[in-house]
């Protein structure tokens, strides 16, 4: 992010260094395109109240905003306007929206800047990609057809509220959830906290959810006004409500709320923040969950008519598991969603080891999953492992630690058909996503694949011949 901030000409100071309680904030300036000026701010704290002053003519009168998230609100839309009138092309939008990201980064707490982000999603605040993905992007995932294979991972958009902001950003698919039949609040705040440094988050949210019903309204009425933005795709990541007896009967509930609604379902039973999930990977346990979930897909879409449901198939069911597990453990669960009949793994998540980085840092010792750049080689080793494991019978989206093309395109050489990003895009915000497209499709090009499936498993079948 601080690449592209410095390519744009803009300081930020980080939080903390302040001439006395004044914060300076420096709005991109170009010199060539004819502005008059720069946009420049101070944002002054106090403990009682927030005062945002312009120091330019601007209709954006951030003192005019009785809240502090309108105030921040204006402030990105002033930074996001400005830009994109000066460049007037789509990734100057793109660039201008990731700036807007980092200054409401530097002065929000982790949730509440997740929480606004989701706001300015469902708002329409972010830009849109009216290009078309490159020819050599577009792939299938268990039967489905994907413009482009990045999605954005669960836990981000929690109860769909904003599928449509963030399909436009270029997303071939978004994920909503973990989505748990029953509303429940998740664990005490705080809950979340950044390791900027390390490019990474450590979360214990614990499947906080609005519950099923409220979800399904939302995707239902997200159905009804048309197609996805850019032919994007949607699944639900189901999860278990914290006190629940019957784990399999949580995910049987969520199958046959939402098969109806989504393009592809997801257990989620990888999740380290709540108590006991994870031993729902067992080989029983895991057969059991999956049959329900699949027998109560079925059940749903009985007599299922594409034609009646926009074009869209019966939704296709993944299992997510953790990159934490051993390969015999692996093995297990391979064999389960095999029997059971998964469609598919999304591999992996958050993990609760600790490298010495993150051991060593102020947060490291917080409970919860890790995410981000220190995860990464964990988890595409593990995507590796689970595609020599399938012998690719069962296709992965990789997940963990993603954000560039060269992370995403070492997932896809390891085994995953589509891959998706998360801490990555917490950071640099919506230019990640045309950026790293665009870098895919040149590492793609420049190894001579002329699709991300000739790419898919390269790397795992040159080491099962080794």
Not at 307 to 313: E, S, W
Request: with cysteine; charged share 20%.
């Amino acid at each position: 992010m601080a690449t592209n901030l410095a390519r744009f000409g803009v300081s930020l100071r980080e939080p903390g260094v302040r001439a006395g309680n004044v914060a300076y904030v420096a709005m991109p300036c170009y010199a060539k395109s004819g502005a008059k000026g720069c946009a420049r701010f101070a944002i002054k704290h106090s403990p009682r109240q927030t005062l945002a002053r312009p120091f330019v003519n601007s209709p954006f009168n951030l003192t005019s905003h009785p809240s502090l998230h309108q105030r921040i609100a204006a402030l990105a839309t002033a930074t996001a306007t400005a830009t994109a009138a000066s460049f007037g092309w789509t990734d100057a939008k793109f660039e201008a929206a990731s700036t807007a990201a980092a200054i409401l980064r530097h002065l929000t707490d982790p949730e509440a800047g997740h929480k606004l982000g989701i706001r300015a999603a469902a708002a329409g605040l972010l830009p849109s990609d009216p290009r078309p993905d490159p020819p050599s992007l577009a792939t299938n995932l268990a039967g489905l057809r994907l413009a482009n294979p990045l999605g954005l991972a669960a836990g981000f958009d929690k109860d769909a509220e904003a599928m449509g902001g963030l399909l436009g950003l270029g997303f071939g698919f978004v994920e909503c959830g973990s989505i748990c039949p029953l509303p429940q609040p998740g664990n005490p705040a705080p809950r979340v906290w950044r390791l900027p440094a390390l490019g990474a988050i450590i979360n214990r949210y614990g499947f906080n959810s609005a519950g099923g019903p409220a979800a399904a309204a939302k995707l239902a009425a997200f159905r009804a006004a048309g197609p996805a933005p850019r032919g994007g795709l949607v699944g639900v990541n189901l999860g278990k409500n914290k006190l629940s007896p019957d784990a399999a009967s949580d995910y049987a509930d969520g199958a046959s709320r939402f098969a109806a609604l989504s393009d592809f379902l997801i257990i989620n039973v990888s999740s380290p923040n709540t108590p006991g999930l994870r031993d729902l990977q067992g080989r029983a346990a895991l057969t059991g969950l999956v049959k329900a979930a699949v027998k109560a897909r079925d059940e749903a879409t009985r007599g299922w008519d594409p034609a009646a449901h926009g074009g869209r198939c019966r939704p296709p069911l993944f299992v997510k598991v953790a990159p934490d597990v051993t390969e015999p453990e692996a093995a297990d669960i391979v064999a389960a969603a095999l029997s059971a009949g998964a469609d598919g793994l999304v591999v992996g998540n958050t993990t609760i080891s600790r490298p010495l980085a993150v051991a060593a840092h102020a947060h490291g010792a917080e409970a919860g999953g890790l995410s981000g750049k220190p995860l990464e080689a964990l988890a595409t080793d593990r995507v590796a492992l689970f595609y020599r494991l399938t012998k690719g019978k069962l296709p992965i989206i990789g997940v963990g630690g993603v954000s560039d093309g060269v992370g995403a395109y070492a997932k896809v050489r390891a085994g995953a058909s589509a891959v998706e990003v998360y801490t990555g895009f917490a950071y640099e915000g919506p230019a990640l996503v045309p950026r790293l497209k665009a870098e895919l499709a040149a590492l793609l090009a420049r190894d001579g694949f002329a699709s991300v499936g000739e790419a898919v498993g390269v790397d795992s079948a040159k080491r099962k011949c080794e």
